[in-house]
């Protein structure tokens, strides 16, 4: 038994469980810590990509690309506040009140005839009245939001702009008192940016080529308010295989209501494609062979997650699996290849 407390097992659970239990006593800071994780390691990302691109052609420093790309980020979500924000917030209510007023008609066909009564029973208009009022309440607090979106970028400028300075400083650590603390927190980051970083990474590329060619098709079959479509498409397209399930409802809806059967038909045969495509190309290659989860897996740790965490939780809850299957060593061959390879490149670098 003493053996067991003495364990390098046992230490790393009480460390990990001491960073849970201070996340959960920061609860309240949790939207700031998470917009500034995922802005840093995306820009970190980017920055990192477009300067080796730029390289090959001017010569500019990394951090003179970093300020650049800021910048543009700013200028461009303040352009998105100031021209379309009155237009997504009149875009979102009359989306609620076209799905609202959606009514089968039993003389359309067969099926509607037999659908008709269920429709009526579920008074959808009931529910969606919440949502109404929930999204205008969101929009109100819309400026809280985009402090704390502008100090996350506030935060992660800083800390791309130092990474040097960071890592040297932190790196004294391992040399002091706390040295056994530190190579346990350094072993835990290193993972956390490996798995949840990437798995992040590519669940906002995947969400955003999704988004851009549903809006797209969407265009072409004649949608209506196609802005607040595509935000919520967006937003449905981060959380894995659920948000598809999800998206299908209101654009099912809306393509009954602007062309008949034949339109959800339609709908269908591009959600078919889209996943297609996001489960053959995208996801072998921006993720690693372990996240290709089991549908059930995928479900169940998105409802607990949901359950603990609110929204963030359909998030980062399969990143956050992804991280504690890496600390329990689930890990298929292609991810023990990558370890190796990793290890290695960090062995020449020091």
């Not at 607990?304 to 890990?331: A, K, N, R, Y």
Request: include cysteine; hydrophobic fraction near 55%; charged fraction near 15%.
């Amino acid at each position: 038994m003493s053996n067991f407390f003495r364990s390098n097992g046992f230490k790393r659970f009480l460390i990990l469980a001491g960073i849970a239990i201070a996340l959960y006593m920061m609860r309240s800071m949790i939207n700031l810590i998470l917009l500034t994780f995922i802005i840093t390691y995306l820009m970190n990302q980017l920055t990192t990509k477009t300067t080796k691109e730029i390289k090959k052609y001017v010569r500019m420093g990394e951090k003179a690309v970093t300020v650049t790309l800021y910048l543009l980020l700013v200028a461009g979500i303040v352009a998105i506040i100031y021209k379309y924000l009155p237009i997504v917030t009149q875009q979102i209510t009359q989306l609620f009140d076209l799905i609202a007023s959606f009514s089968l008609n039993p003389n359309d066909n067969e099926i509607a005839r037999y659908l008709a009564p269920t429709f009526d029973k579920i008074e959808l208009g009931k529910y969606l009245e919440q949502g109404v009022d929930l999204t205008l309440k969101n929009i109100t607090n819309i400026g809280k939001i985009i402090l704390h979106i502008f100090i996350a970028l506030i935060l992660s400028l800083f800390i791309l702009l130092e990474k040097k300075r960071i890592i040297e400083f932190t790196a004294k650590f391992k040399d002091s008192k706390m040295s056994h603390l530190y190579d346990e927190l350094h072993y835990f980051s290193k993972i956390f940016i490996r798995s949840f970083g990437k798995v992040i990474e590519a669940q906002f590329i995947i969400a955003a080529v999704n988004c851009g060619l549903s809006v797209i098709a969407l265009y072409i079959m004649g949608f209506p308010h196609l802005i607040a479509l595509g935000i919520m498409l967006f937003i449905l397209g981060l959380v894995p295989v659920a948000g598809v399930i999800m998206s299908l409802i209101p654009l099912s809806i809306i393509a009954y209501s602007i062309g008949g059967p034949m339109y959800i038909v339609y709908i269908l045969m591009i959600v078919m494609v889209l996943h297609a495509m996001e489960a053959y190309f995208l996801n072998p290659k921006l993720m690693s062979a372990k996240t290709n989860l089991p549908i059930f897996y995928t479900f169940i740790v998105i409802l607990f997650s949901e359950h603990f965490l609110g929204v963030w939780g359909l998030i980062i809850g399969i990143p956050l699996f992804m991280f504690l299957l890496d600390i329990l060593g689930v890990t298929s061959s292609e991810d023990e290849l990558q370890q190796a390879m990793e290890i290695q490149e960090d062995k020449k670098i020091e």
